[in-house]
């Protein structure tokens, strides 16, 4: 991507209204608006006539925090659940199906439908933030309980301060191991983004604005950094960002394996589409999840029983952040094995 455009000429860009007369690479785009670990985008796409394959990008991989690619195979539910809900807009029946590692996506002729979650896909975003505190009402949570529930996934709505202050408990102590570790430290500052340049040349990573920080340049970024972020100002700022939320959502599915983590990144994608088009703001807090020793302490809290939590997820009213970018689909479609060749079909 030109560094010659301003970060919000590439926002602009690539979260424009889906154009329903430029082919299948429009449904590509709007897959790829997806929720996503680290914002790394880790997918591969290929289309054809009547599918779209999508598949993991292994160099994109984050070995460190998912080393058994658990977010890797939700962040591709997450890009399914957009693709489909785009394909319906457009008229077409988005029917996926797993071959190997890849997923399948078959496009089938149907009326065209546009949803309230269609038109929210380019507004979603992950809000970083402090919210203002304020309660939904009990038919919202109703919505969101709906939309966060799938084939073998079921959303936990959590509502008790009581229980939120335990969760939030459980984010600082997982918080914390994390913060102690210099691998995990260094795997997710190979993927922050200081300033607008440097954001817009890689279209990818977690940009400082896109969190309510600062823009600054590279070099004094990197040179601040373990000044500015420690384990007491991270673990204060969750404290504050989840005791400013309204509720918590938790994902659970009923077995450990690709397919249900595909299906637990399509729930939280409708449960973060819902809660956008209800007004509401997200955003992940995923650490008791990630380590490992802490993530079964958790289930046990969470009384699950022998089920294990797979997201967590803070919800409320929020403020506006800028929005994250995306790689431009020329660079996200690729020819993937037993796949038509992406550049005899695009725009058909």
């Keep these: 991507m030109s560094t010659s455009i301003s970060y919000e000429q590439a926002v602009r860009a690539i979260r424009a209204p889906l154009q329903s007369d430029a082919g299948r690479t429009e449904l590509v785009r709007y897959a790829t608006l997806a929720a996503n670990s680290h914002n790394s985008q880790p997918w591969r796409f290929a289309i054809a006539e009547h599918h779209i394959v999508i598949a993991p990008d292994p160099a994109r991989r984050c070995p460190v925090v998912d080393p058994d690619d658990h977010h890797l195979y939700i962040s591709l539910g997450c890009a399914v659940e957009n693709l489909a809900h785009a394909a319906a807009a457009i008229g077409l029946k988005a029917v996926p199906t797993s071959v190997a590692d890849a997923l399948h996506v078959m496009l089938e002729p149907m009326p065209p439908e546009s949803t309230p979650l269609f038109e929210a896909i380019p507004r979603r975003q992950s809000t970083r933030a402090v919210y203002d505190g304020r309660s939904v009402a009990n038919e919202v949570l109703r919505l969101l309980e709906r939309a966060g529930t799938g084939q073998g996934v079921s959303v936990l709505i959590i509502t008790d301060r009581a229980r939120i202050a335990n969760i939030t408990d459980c984010v600082v102590q997982a918080n914390s191991v994390q913060m102690r570790d210099k691998a995990h430290l260094g795997e997710l500052k190979g993927w922050l983004r200081f300033n607008d340049t440097e954001a817009v040349a890689t279209m990818d990573g977690l940009f400082a604005r896109a969190f309510g920080k600062p823009t600054v340049p590279t070099w004094l ?127 058909t």
């Design 221 to 347: 970024g990197r040179l601040m950094l373990p000044l500015a972020f420690t384990e007491t100002g991270e673990n204060t700022k969750y404290r504050a960002h989840i005791e400013s939320s309204a509720g918590m959502a938790v994902f659970v599915a009923e077995q450990n394996d690709k397919a249900h983590l595909i299906e637990v990144g399509r729930a939280c994608q409708r449960f973060a589409l819902q809660a956008t088009a209800l007004g509401l703001k997200h955003a992940h807090l995923n650490q008791p999840v990630e380590v490992p020793m802490l993530r079964r302490q958790f289930a046990s809290y969470l009384a699950i029983g022998a089920h294990l939590p797979d997201l967590v997820v803070r919800f409320g009213t929020g403020p506006e952040l800028p929005s994250s970018l995306r790689r431009p689909v020329e660079e996200v479609v690729h020819s993937l094995r037993g796949s038509a060749s992406p550049s005899a079909t695009n725009g």
